[in-house]
């Protein structure tokens, strides 16, 4: 258990509506990734951030954005949600130190109807 | 940029049988490789992780894989599988300058049959 935790755990939204996930983790770690899982597709990396304030795009990060103002928190934003945006969201972090291995956080199972 | 094939979608396997999953991957640099297990309704859990030194890499729960950097694979292996170890497998690969994004494959998905 890397300390990670993800909310809310379910959602059930409308098309056209905002929406936000939230990840917090509790070891201070600096690099943080949302990906979204898909039958057939594995995991795809949709955003990522390397500190506060500092964050890159993903191999699918079209309708996405996040925000992380503190080192424990990382938001993923869905500024109008869509039905091809039904999926299950997960947030990761680097492990610290040379392992480089990623832990991944519980996921948010997110249907947008 | 990385790419990642797994080259079976679905593995069934009886029992205690060996079973073998597939990964190719490909990179124009040095990388980190990475299995990781999802079971059902569950996040995901790290299995074993290449970075360098020995090419055949021991796991959790009796996994292993090999490192072939001519062939670009890193295949899992168990030689005994048992009906807990029915799950999804994910190969992931990084490049090796650290803390970059893993890419993941599409997936096995491992079926033991009692």
């Not at chain 1, 506060?52 to 996405?64: M, N």
Request: with cysteine; hydrophobic share 30%; glycine share 8%.
């Amino acid at each position: 258990d890397a300390g990670i935790t993800q909310s809310p755990r379910h959602k059930v939204t409308e098309t056209g509506t905002p929406v936000t996930l939230r990840c917090h983790q509790t070891e201070n770690h600096r690099y943080m990734y949302w990906y979204r899982q898909d039958p057939g597709h594995g995991l795809r990396l949709i955003h990522y951030s390397y500190g506060v304030k500092d964050t890159d795009k993903g191999e699918v990060s079209d309708g996405y954005s996040v925000s992380r103002s503190k080192t424990e928190d990382f938001l993923l934003t869905l500024e109008s949600a869509t039905s091809s945006q039904t999926s299950v969201y997960f947030c990761a972090i680097t492990a610290g130190g040379n392992s480089y291995e990623q832990y991944f956080g519980p996921g948010t199972r997110l249907t947008v109807t | 940029a990385q790419s990642v094939t797994q080259l079976d979608s679905q593995v069934p396997v009886f029992e205690e049988a060996p079973v073998e999953l597939r990964c190719n991957y490909s990179s124009s640099v040095s990388v980190y490789l990475f299995w990781y297990v999802q079971y059902p309704n569950q996040g995901l859990q790290l299995l074993l992780k290449y970075l360098s030194g020995s090419t055949l890499v021991k796991g959790i729960n009796g996994f292993e894989a090999e490192f072939n950097k001519s062939q670009t694979s890193f295949h899992l292996r168990k030689p005994s599988v048992h009906i807990s170890d029915t799950a999804e497998y994910f190969c992931a690969v990084s490049e090796n300058s650290g803390n970059t994004p893993l890419v993941f494959g599409k997936g096995t998905r491992l079926s033991v049959i009692a």
